[in-house]
Nanobody, 116 residues
Framework: QVQLVESGGGLVQAGGSLRLSCAAS????????MGWYRQFPGKQRELVAA???????NYADSVKGRFTISRDNSQNTMWLQMNSLKPEDTAVYYC????WGRGDYWGQGTQVTVSS
């Protein structure tokens, strides 16, 4: 099992910044990739950014140039630095870990609200 705990969400004005954190524990040796997803009301979760153990990253087009994903394997922590936030970034943000032979694990989610 892998446990994921997100933190760092909150309320920010448009143009502001937030930094989300995701702390992993448990069978972390099995993790080969991690990512951030977000979910708008009534919609399915969508990928925001992902990072592999080797450091390869990919981003949704809507956040490229504004968000940065990073990971410290020694601290079992992943971050999402979100700059130039827009009201349309308002959503619940989830941390996900993909583990060999174990499937995907999700955190509980953290609310990000961007006011105009």
């Amino acid at each position: 099992q892998v446990q994921l705990v997100e933190s760092g969400g909150g309320l920010v004005q448009a143009g502001g910044s937030l930094r989300l954190s995701c702390a992993a524990s448990g069978s972390i040796f099995s993790i080969y990739a991690m990512g951030w997803y977000r979910q708008f009301p009534g919609k399915q979760r969508e990928l925001v950014a992902a990072i592999t153990n080797g450091g390869s990253t990919n981003y949704a087009d809507s956040v490229k140039g504004r968000f940065t994903i990073s990971r410290d394997n020694s601290q079992n922590t992943m971050w999402l630095q979100m700059n130039s936030l827009k009201p349309e970034d308002t959503a619940v943000y989830y941390c996900k870990a993909a583990a060999w032979g174990r499937g995907d694990y999700w955190g509980q989610g953290t609310q990000v609200t961007v006011s105009s």
